[in-house]
């Protein structure tokens, strides 16, 4: 029926962009790119795909002291991803709540920090629906309310967080990574310590409860299980991977940031409202040998 | 190690909510279900599993009744999710931008409609960062600007709508479907006809291309191909499956909104601010025998 073959009008397609201007828009080749530092740099290997993070250390040095033991330890290794809700988050770990049984300690809230001068932001929207202002901060989508000198990471895609009970301080091993639509109510509210840098892709394929059982897998088997986790760091360097993100503060962010505000491409006929979600900001990183 | 069986603690999990509030909390027992009219209904089987449209002729009334012309023709049928990113729309169809060689005809813009007294119209929130008003149409979120007396639907995750070139009326055959941040900077830019009531975790299963060739899988084996794709209104009804969606209209769907946006349970000791992001509302459907 066609007359070009499949793999021509592929070829056409990707020149031409047909369907959708690109998620990526505008300057993007004026991007720097910044390397992980190994010790904040997690593979998490699971039979749907390696999954790669990066750790926060200024929003969460406690959280990220004891998540690095946690993985050094093998603490997470053959556990599940036990609370699964579609568009929501990925809840894995050891899934107890064993209280004063458990050999690991609580971990204090880090739910937000002072605001400093040594700490950069790189504006993205004022008046946002949840904060005074969201942006970015060394790469994490973050907020901050001037007023109060508070600044906080936020709930967006591929964040990761630790879950805890109704106690501030009750987070100790089991964390989450958010999924879907940005839960950003629960801001402030969470041990938020890391994000997805890569594979976003494979943390979709992870098995989901059922929404009106909590997420809750009650068969086992079904579960997606870490088969391995661990620091960078923790391997020779000969045989590590490196991990890219982007220079929030370099002037091709803010360029890719202006491009993305303004939607200048023809492609719109209703001109968008000059508006940014922080969390809508495509942000994969790249990891190479 | 552990004193309880994985088992129990699972149960003990489910009863107690370690680790997050439930993402449907509140009064959800008086939600009143709508069972999806036949004509709209549409399933789509994936390798990956079944995903369960439903369609909007209210909003975009060309757009459905021609998507309903190609299910029927069976057009769709082997196709493959050729452009798919994660974080941003899954793109389907047949690839091809044949212009004036193709034989089905182009669909007119339906990017918003009028206003009127019979829309009913839920609302969730006022000002939100891209609309004077976000609030739920039967089911399906949208917007409205009652000064320029417009409504339109919003691209939520699970939002389906047809791909076009740069012409408002370019619409043909391929369509997408949101599977990442709301990307609202589309709205009324775009044939938005339908939402996954059902399967979204199917949907996330759906092979991603690369972002850096926007999301084109040059791979053909790769791809995720529809099997096969029907309206429910062709199926014999015995053999029919049947699906409800919530009422939005219903007081325990109101009841749930305003639940959502008080959040009074004890687990968050940061309050959050009183506002809701109308395409973070759980809105998935139940399909039965």
Known sequence: MLSLSQVKIRAVLAACLVGLPPAVAGAAEDIIWRQVQPENLVFMELPEGRVTLELNPRFAPQTVQQFRKLVQDGFYRGLSFYRVIDGFVAQGGDGSDLGELSLVPLIKAEFEIELAEDIPFTLVQKNDLFATETGFVE????ARDPAGNKTWLTHCPGAVAMARNDGADSSRTDFYIVIGQAPRYLDRNMNLFGRVI?????VQKIERGRADENGII???TKSSRVRSITLASDIPESERLTAFVMDTESRGFKHMLEDRRNRKQKFF???PPKVLDVCQVPMTGRVTK
């Open 139 to 142: 790469g994490f989508a973050a």
């Open 198 to 202: 890569e594979g976003m892709d494979v």
């Open 218 to 220: 009650a068969d086992e």
């Open 269 to 271: 006929h209703h001109k």
